[in-house]
């Protein structure tokens, strides 16, 4: 290269140094080899890309999902997403016992730990109208909320406030839905528009604290409630559950989809 440029009447006229020509040339290479595959957009390193004529297609945008989970937790700064982690619900109201004086308790500002460490072990891509349905695992998701109750709980009246802290283990969710696609400034994006999720959890710990001004008699009597109705806590929370974290996933997937197109995620 360096006798190339030495006889390069260009350099010359320029006064550019061979050497100083050949450190621009491996330079423009370089920046072409990593533009040219992508027409000339840069890949984020968030972006684990996948070639469409891949026979295990499937299995090569499994590993693209967990390959963006550490960027979920940290967050992405480029496409303003903040970190997962915590992952955020605004409210849960739940009716626990019937009747005028029912025991119900309104969970609030509801962070949710753990929700990123997921494993996907099934993805099915949607064909013929049909839904995409993806099959994960997520070891453990800690709760904490604010905490209110009202009514009467076993005998007691159990009115107040205070922290409420859950447990789930052993985590299986299957969510499926629906996909378009747009075209914008001559690129190919989906959007999910609709999202439904299905969660199986096997291991339930729930407890509160600091509540009714630190009554210790209701603390006890509301921590045994939910140790000893813990699933059917869960049950009564589960359709509104669903329903949020539902809408709060779709908003993350749509954020990166939105700035990634498709010829980004599957290459030729």
């Given at each position: 290269l360096l006798h190339i440029f030495g006889d390069c009447p260009r350099c010359q006229q320029?006064?550019?140094?061979p050497y100083y020509c050949c450190c621009l040339l491996l330079t423009l290479c370089c920046l072409g080899m990593s533009l040219g595959v992508t027409g000339q957009q840069p890949v984020p390193e968030y972006v684990k890309q996948c070639k469409k004529s891949n026979p295990k297609l499937?299995?090569?945008l499994i590993q693209s999902l967990?390959?963006?989970?550490?960027?979920?937790?940290k967050g992405i700064p480029d496409i303003e997403m903040p970190s997962v982690e915590p992952f955020i619900l605004d409210s849960l109201t739940l009716s626990l016992t019937g009747g005028e004086r029912g025991y119900r308790i309104t969970l609030r500002d509801i962070h949710m730990y753990g929700a990123s460490n997921?494993?996907?072990?099934?993805?099915?891509?949607?064909?013929?109208?049909q839904p995409f349905e993806a099959k994960i695992h997520i070891p453990e998701i800690k709760i904490d909320a604010n905490y209110t109750s009202s009514?009467?709980?076993?005998?007691?009246?159990?009115?107040?406030?205070?922290?409420?802290?859950?447990?789930?283990?052993?985590?299986?969710?299957?969510l499926k839905g629906f996909v378009s696609s747009s075209t914008r400034a001559g690129q190919e994006y989906l959007n999910v528009d609709k999202l439904d999720i299905n969660l199986a959890i096997k291991d339930i710990k729930m407890h509160v604290r600091k509540v009714f001004n630190n009554n210790r008699i209701l603390t006890e009597a509301t921590n045994l409630f939910l140790k000893e109705n813990?699933?059917?806590?869960?049950?009564?929370?589960?359709?509104?559950?669903?329903?949020?974290?539902?809408?709060?996933?779709?908003?993350?997937?749509?954020?990166?989809?939105?700035?990634?197109?498709?010829?980004?995620?599957?290459?030729?």
């Amino acid at each position: 290269l360096l006798h190339i440029f030495g006889d390069c009447p260009r350099c010359q006229q320029i006064d550019m140094s061979p050497y100083y020509c050949c450190c621009l040339l491996l330079t423009l290479c370089c920046l072409g080899m990593s533009l040219g595959v992508t027409g000339q957009q840069p890949v984020p390193e968030y972006v684990k890309q996948c070639k469409k004529s891949n026979p295990k297609l499937e299995e090569c945008l499994i590993q693209s999902l967990h390959h963006v989970k550490p960027y979920l937790v940290k967050g992405i700064p480029d496409i303003e997403m903040p970190s997962v982690e915590p992952f955020i619900l605004d409210s849960l109201t739940l009716s626990l016992t019937g009747g005028e004086r029912g025991y119900r308790i309104t969970l609030r500002d509801i962070h949710m730990y753990g929700a990123s460490n997921f494993t996907v072990s099934k993805l099915k891509l949607s064909h013929n109208k049909q839904p995409f349905e993806a099959k994960i695992h997520i070891p453990e998701i800690k709760i904490d909320a604010n905490y209110t109750s009202s009514g009467v709980l076993i005998v007691l009246p159990a009115s107040g406030g205070g922290r409420f802290h859950a447990t789930l283990g052993n985590v299986a969710a299957t969510l499926k839905g629906f996909v378009s696609s747009s075209t914008r400034a001559g690129q190919e994006y989906l959007n999910v528009d609709k999202l439904d999720i299905n969660l199986a959890i096997k291991d339930i710990k729930m407890h509160v604290r600091k509540v009714f001004n630190n009554n210790r008699i209701l603390t006890e009597a509301t921590n045994l409630f939910l140790k000893e109705n813990g699933h059917e806590v869960l049950d009564v929370m589960m359709p509104q559950l669903r329903v949020k974290m539902a809408t709060v996933i779709k908003k993350v997937v749509n954020q990166l989809l939105s700035h990634t197109p498709v010829e980004l995620l599957v290459i030729p």
